[in-house]
């Protein structure tokens, strides 16, 4: 199997999202053309069958048959999607009609229990009539008009009294802003959802890390696309409680915090709790992303690190939430693949440079997949840039790490202690390293 393939997480992710947000990430399997785009198609009508999209349904249908005729099924569901629609409509007008006018919203009140005496008394709107705006909203949703299920759904949980039907109307409100990319809106509604999730009151702790589990696959649309995202995932993924529910039943999400600690410079301090949780759970789930990371902090492995590294790219270009394409000038810019790359060099850099007091710039840009000119003025910025005590020896074309370099390493180092050395070399120059921090 390619290696695109082989680490595709589509369907494991896919188990854990509402079906409508499986659309995005078919859409980006066939822009990537990973698979036949005849598969691709089927997988959508297969997803389309459950919801109300007919016309979609039968477009795609045409499109993959060649074809202008539906099959007889898609034309009876759809008269029956119309009829639905039409008796839902009918039972929440009166409601509807309600919420629409702007004079008589005036008379709610931030008051819930006010408000449903009021509408009950003066309009005869009660259970019946919430319940149909529900139902309402819901069936707006699988019909795939995002914009007016979220209204009504918000509408609706200001006048519910049922916990469970407020939760399953937060989480349809939740899809529907991913789906419109409404990033903000979305982000307070998984926030929302989490403290709801996490209230002392939850139903039962089974249900409680079910749900933990799908907020943070939902939570992947927001992380990879909201302007703090990095943060929020690093935030939410190593709370106790997240972290135990990857490590429960959903260890393939070590991709995502691990890419996001390794793009974020100002999270390196998650990074040792993250080699742990990979390094118990390899045996459970391992990808390129998690390899990286054992290969550099459990192993020592410069060889295998720089291997994994040219894998790490393919996975990242071909992962839905990680390979998006920016538009630029080259519409070819997929800047959190570039910004991977960069800072698992740094990584790399970093660790080899711990062990070696003198680096030599060849052997460097081999381990860094670089060409050697372009690795040397990566190290001169980089040098320049950073507190990095070292020095370039231009005559025997090496980097000198001065002694002062341990402090910069301190927390990698103090890591360091426990973990096997590759060879007794690697381990004797290391604990040459070690004992000055022992002693402080
Ligand atoms: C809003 O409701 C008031 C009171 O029932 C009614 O007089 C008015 O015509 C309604 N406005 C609209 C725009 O339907
Ligand atoms: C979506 O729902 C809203 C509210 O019901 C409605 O006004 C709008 O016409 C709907 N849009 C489509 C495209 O059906
Ligand atoms: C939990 O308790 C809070 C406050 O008492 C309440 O508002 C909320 O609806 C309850 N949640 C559930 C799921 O019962
Ligand atoms: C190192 O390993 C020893 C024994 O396995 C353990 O007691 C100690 O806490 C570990 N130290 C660190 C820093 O993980």
């Known amino acids: 199997m390619a290696l695109h393939q082989q680490y595709d997480l589509t369907s494991r992710i896919a188990a854990h999202l509402?079906?409508?947000?499986?659309?995005?990430l078919l859409e980006f399997l066939q822009e990537r053309q990973q698979y036949p785009d005849d598969e691709i198609l089927k997988a959508k009508i297969e997803l389309l069958s459950e919801t109300n999209m007919v016309d979609y349904a039968g477009d795609i249908h045409k499109s993959l048959y060649h074809t202008e005729e539906v099959p007889k099924e898609m034309l009876d569901r759809r008269a029956e999607v119309v009829m639905r629609l039409k008796s839902l409509e009918d039972s929440a007008a009166p409601l509807i009609s309600f919420l629409q006018n702007a004079s008589l919203v005036q008379e709610l009140r931030p008051d819930k229990q006010y408000?449903?005496?009021?509408?009950?008394?003066?309009?005869?709107?009660?259970?019946?009539?919430i319940e149909a705006l529900y139902q309402y909203a819901k069936f707006q949703f699988e019909c795939g008009n995002y914009s007016g299920a979220a209204d009504y759904l918000y509408q609706y949980r200001a006048l519910c009294t049922n916990s469970d039907r407020s939760l399953s109307a937060l989480w349809g409100k939740l899809a529907a802003e991913i789906l419109m990319q409404n990033w903000d809106t979305a982000l307070e509604e998984l926030n929302r959802l989490k403290e709801i999730i996490d209230s002392k009151n939850f139903s039962s702790p089974l249900s409680q890390l079910q749900n933990r589990i799908w907020l943070m696959h939902w939570s992947l649309f927001i992380f990879f696309n909201h302007e703090n995202g990095r943060n929020g995932i690093i935030d939410l993924f190593f709370q106790d409680r997240y972290l135990n529910a990857i490590q429960t039943n959903a260890q393939h999400l070590l991709r995502y915090v691990g890419t996001a600690v390794i793009v974020n410079k100002r999270r390196r301090n998650m990074l040792k709790e993250l080699v742990k949780v990979i390094q118990q759970e390899q045996h459970s789930y391992k990808d390129p992303i998690t390899e990286f990371l054992e290969c550099l902090y459990v192993n020592y492995d410069f060889e295998g690190a720089q291997q994994k590294l040219r894998e790490c790219e393919i996975?990242?270009?071909?992962?839905?939430f990680l390979g998006k394409r920016v538009e630029d000038a080259t519409f070819s810019t997929v800047p959190l693949r570039d910004e991977f790359l960069e800072n698992a060099r740094l990584f790399i850099f970093e660790t080899y440079g711990r062990i070696h007091q003198r680096i030599y710039i060849g052997m460097l840009a081999e381990k860094l997949n670089m060409d050697e000119d372009e690795a040397k003025r990566w190290i001169m910025n980089l040098v320049?840039?950073?507190?990095?005590?070292a020095r370039i020896d231009s005559a025997s074309s090496s980097l000198i790490m001065g002694t002062n370099h341990l402090n910069i390493y301190e927390q990698i180092i103090e890591n360091a202690k426990n973990l096997s050395m590759r060879t007794s070399v690697l381990a004797k120059n290391i604990l040459e390293n070690v004992q000055p921090q022992g002693s402080r």
């Open 115 to 129: 408000n449903l005496m009021m509408l009950n008394e003066r309009y005869q709107i009660g259970p019946d009539q």
């Open 18 to 24: 509402d079906r409508h947000l499986v659309f995005p």
């Open 315 to 320: 996975v990242i270009l071909n992962d839905p």
């Open 384 to 389: 320049r840039n950073s507190k990095l005590d």
